[in-house]
């Protein structure tokens, strides 16, 4: 069994281990707030718009990723397009989604896993 000597400073690391943890989700909590206030504020495409719509709202992408998704009913086509400053999610054929390219949401390089 565990002598004495060792018990305290391995709570002591176990203690330090789960304050770090804390911070760290703390942290991303912050992040993630900033992001939405962010997003909030933007002109981003509405959810429902078509791709006609986007297009002629926020001119042509930059990019249209390959699509995903579509192999049954309950996996409908996704597709992405992205802007400079955002990308913009379809099922199908209009918008379920919009997001700011941001460090945070791991969206500066989307072709990286296209």
């Known amino acids: 069994m565990f002598?004495?000597?060792?018990?305290?400073?391995?709570?002591?690391?176990?203690a330090?281990?789960?304050?770090?943890?804390?911070?760290?989700?703390?942290?991303?909590?912050?992040?993630?707030?900033?992001?939405?206030?962010?997003?909030?504020?933007?002109?981003?495409?509405?959810?429902g718009m078509s791709m006609d719509q986007v297009e002629k709202k926020y001119g042509a992408p930059l990019r249209k990723l390959s699509p995903r998704g579509g192999d049954s009913a309950h996996h409908p086509t996704i597709n992405r397009w992205e802007y400079a400053n955002f990308i913009?999610?379809?099922?199908?054929?209009?918008?379920?989604?919009?997001?700011?390219?941001t460090p945070a949401g791991n969206n500066r390089n989307p072709g990286a896993v296209n």
């Open 3 to 14: 002598k004495h000597r060792y018990t305290l400073p391995l709570l002591v690391a176990v």
């Open 88 to 101: 913009v999610y379809f099922e199908k054929s209009h918008v379920i989604h919009a997001v700011l390219n």
């Open 16 to 47: 330090m281990g789960a304050g770090l943890s804390l911070s760290q989700a703390t942290q991303a909590q912050e992040t993630l707030k900033q992001r939405v206030q962010e997003e909030k504020g933007m002109n981003l495409p509405a959810r």
